[in-house]
């Protein structure tokens, strides 16, 4: 990547999650960003591919657990195994933020990072590559950048960023200081939101130096900082693991958002529009991105025959059986195998229940 | 059976056909009478318990093809095997009627019989034997009974036949002249019917002498007298199969309602309410019949877990999956293996021409 000035950047991926709300598709050893969701490759290969036109591999970490590591290597190989950063257990975005920029710190000194998420989808590759790179020219200025994404409904599922004032400065999109950040609203706040004009969604991609978000993490979480700088001491020695084995477990669990984010200096969002962002987060998110027939049907691998069937999304994790739907609309169906989920789309979110549930009467094997 | 008149009562159960319309549980392998769709017992087994009250298993005949007659036996063992007719390809109900007549007053000169089918429900068997007695009091006077079904709701799917004036006779049941018998109506005459009280369904169960539907069929139909006794004459000798090839194969196809019943001299008919009648002829048929729960939903073989699930009928083949519905009304999901099929209720009909498509497409393996 091309930078006027002096940072040099690297782009950190975070990919521990679950993504319950995908189930029975998405199960805890098969987790959604490990998985073809979209086509031929998964979202985690995906977002390898558009991170590559702006950061060449080795600038390109990933944060996850030790059980998806291995996975991620064989699904994108041309990642260095050293720019794994594994996760001994979750402990919040924060956390992992936290390890990211201080190992990356050590590395360079001059390091700047661009905070992606593993198993979101962006149809608009191009604008992509160019707001990243509006980022990381406002993230040489010592600001926290967070992308914005432009609202198009009135969602009760993401947190808001609301910009105040224009940032000054010769930047090649417009900039706006953060004025605060919201947690998911309800449905009226939601209406209220997306009218206002100036409320972004907040999409969990940051952008900025190693050195100001490590200076916010030690003024406002000095006991995280302490650990990951004792970590980033160690890293790559012989003593890593013992020293991450020591540390690790200790810390709270926190996110960025709330734990760095609200309450630090200089913050900046980038609102973008137009940037076809989804989040995959549920199934009729993924049915939004999947292309449909002139009945407004998607068959993924099943072999689909349809009658009478309008917006219909048949989800199949092989094309063996023969799936037949009659006089359906607006109706997602999942074969998983062992599992076949028959739901209203608009009722997708209903999944995590369903989650609960099984959880709750300890049916591991569908987990 | 207790009869105070001369005839020796038999029961004939037709058995050959196939049952498409419960597909992709009902395969030509595995036709609809042959599975235990309403519980522990198939059809076929439970046609065979309701008639042992009236007919002894020697008295009870069974015509059907060579493939099914197999499994029909292991079904039910008590049935001898010189009672299973077999027809060696499907030649519609008149030819299987004369057959079963013609081979039965052949064995018994006063035989009179029952017509059943072998893959219909009734609630109600204390009224059904009741009505069966009272059938053949009227069939001994050289009439040939229908058993008309009170409709409840105006349906397209059966034929009706109309009454006429009340029989005289010390009879136990109201019988009546048959005045006409229908055609399966469109949704505007159905409704008409339903309203007019003298039109019942025509059920497909008749009662008669074999010597009085013999008569009408010489009349009537011939060529098919001629056959049957030629192969009745041969039945139980070492001629037998040799006649039954050479002659079967050139019957033309006819059903009994078009070949003989409807120019008929002396037909009656027993209209029967609260039988609790039902042909299991389609998925919202066989719903019909199996009890719910308080969500209106059914679960059969099936683990299921129903969130805001109601009128939803899940049928499965093994209670090996995990069926999860969410946010489901009036749908019916059937897990066949190979196949899935889901359905809205209303419009279960459609299966046949799903069964339709995949025979014209060649993929006999769903058939």
Partial sequence: MQNTNAVHTYAVIMAGG?????????RKETPKQLLPLLGKDTLFQSTVARLEKLFPP??????????????MQKQVPAI????????????????????AAAVLQKRDPQ??????????????????????????DVAQEKYLVTLGITPTYP?????????????????????YVVERFKEKPDEETAQKLLRS????????????????????IERQMPELFKVVNKIAGAWGTSEQDKVVQENWFDLKSQTVDYGVMERAERVAVLPAGGLGWNDVGSWDSL??????????????????????????????????????????????????????????????QKVKDVVEHLKKHHQEKYL
């Avoid at 390091?111 to 990381?136: C, E, G, K, P, V």
């Avoid at 969602?155 to 900039?175: D, E, K």
């Fill in 18 to 26: 679950g993504g319950t709300r995908l189930w029975p598709i998405s």
């Fill in 58 to 71: 080795e600038r390109i970490l990933v944060v996850t657990v030790a059980e998806q590591a291995r996975e």
């Fill in 80 to 99: 260095p195994l050293e720019n794994y950063l594994i996760e001994p257990a979750p402990r919040g975005t924060a956390s992992v933020v936290a390890l």
């Fill in 111 to 136: 390091a700047a990072m661009a905070i992606q998420t593993s198993d979101h989808y962006i149809r608009n590759r191009d604008l992509f590559h160019y707001l990243i790179r509006a980022a990381f």
């Fill in 155 to 175: 969602s009760t599922g993401y947190g808001y960023i609301q910009q105040g004032a224009a940032l000054n400065g010769n930047y090649r999109y417009p900039v």
């Fill in 197 to 216: 004009g100036d409320h972004s969604w907040n999409s969990g991609m940051f952008v900025w130096r190693a050195d100001t978000i490590l200076g916010e």
């Fill in 287 to 348: 049915f939004e991105v999947l292309l449909p027939d002139m009945n407004g049907n998607v068959a993924n691998n099943a072999q689909h025959l349809a009658l009478d069937t309008h917006n219909t999304l048949v989800y199949s994790k092989t094309d063996e059986r023969l799936v037949v739907t009659i006089g359906l609309d607006d109706i997602v169906v999942v074969d998983a195998g062992d599992v076949l989920m028959v739901c209203k789309v608009d009722q997708s």
